[in-house]
């Protein structure tokens, strides 16, 4: 696609319950990003993909949270358990190689906004 | 620790020119200055990149004096939809492991006034 489409934009759940949160990188896109952005902070990563596999998952804060990206190009993140501190804007982003200059910067979605009651 | 330091906000008029600095005092040899730009309720867009002296496109500009120390991302002529929060990044772009962990800090929410 001509962006990065984050499905859904808004997401009300409650604690306990488990969520789901699609990605749909530019088509090409090798490298694969999830940040989550809490109210008036800058992004935080989360984890990235290179291809189907999770290259660095580093930034996940505990086991509740995980990502998939089977066929290398849609991913979700999966949230089990909801808890109130998850509760933030999760960006996905795409960029052609993992690489950070030029024209191999990031490409962000608009976010998926996860509130949980 | 962000590596960066940026104003929280700022406020300006329509028409008027913008600059908005940014001290990043620790910058390694091999590091670049990226400057995004986030409109309520999107996510981050890529404004410019640059690595020294000055970097010019159909957006913005960017100033980095000769010790790297800061950098001034100049926006002329501003018009009510640049209002939105700019955030600096200093990363080596060879490195992009510790680029996807950087902090991005608060960075400066700019407020353009009719």
């Known amino acids: 696609g001509a962006g990065v489409s984050q499905t859904p934009s808004n997401k009300v759940t409650e604690k306990g319950k488990y969520v789901e949160l699609r990605c749909d990188p530019i088509s090409g896109h090798t490298a694969l990003y999830w940040y989550r952005q809490s109210l008036g902070q800058g992004p935080e990563f989360l984890i990235y993909f290179q291809g189907t596999g999770a290259a660095d998952d580093s930034g996940l804060p505990n086991d509740r949270f995980f990502a998939v990206r089977p066929e290398g190009s849609v991913s979700t993140l999966k949230i089990q358990r909801t808890e109130r501190g998850d509760s933030a804007v999760y960006l996905c982003a795409s960029s052609p190689t993992d690489a950070f200059s030029g024209a191999n910067v990031l490409t962000f979605g608009a976010g998926s906004r996860l509130t949980v009651l | 620790l962000a590596k960066t330091t940026q104003p929280i906000s700022m406020d300006s008029y329509e028409g008027q020119e913008v600059n908005i600095t940014c001290s990043h005092n620790?910058?390694?040899?091999?590091?670049?200055i990226t400057w995004y730009q986030q409109f309520p309720s999107q996510g981050p867009r890529f404004i410019i990149q640059?690595?020294?002296?000055?970097v010019t496109n159909e957006v913005a500009s960017l100033f980095i004096p000769a010790d790297r120390k800061s950098s001034t991302l100049s926006l002329p002529r501003v018009s009510l939809s640049d209002t939105a929060v700019y955030y600096c990044l200093v990363g080596d772009p060879d490195n992009a492991g510790n680029n996807r962990k950087l902090i991005w800090g608060l960075g400066t929410s700019l407020a353009v006034n009719p």
């Open positions: 640059g690595y020294k002296t000055k």
């Open positions: 620790n910058i390694a040899t091999n590091d670049y």
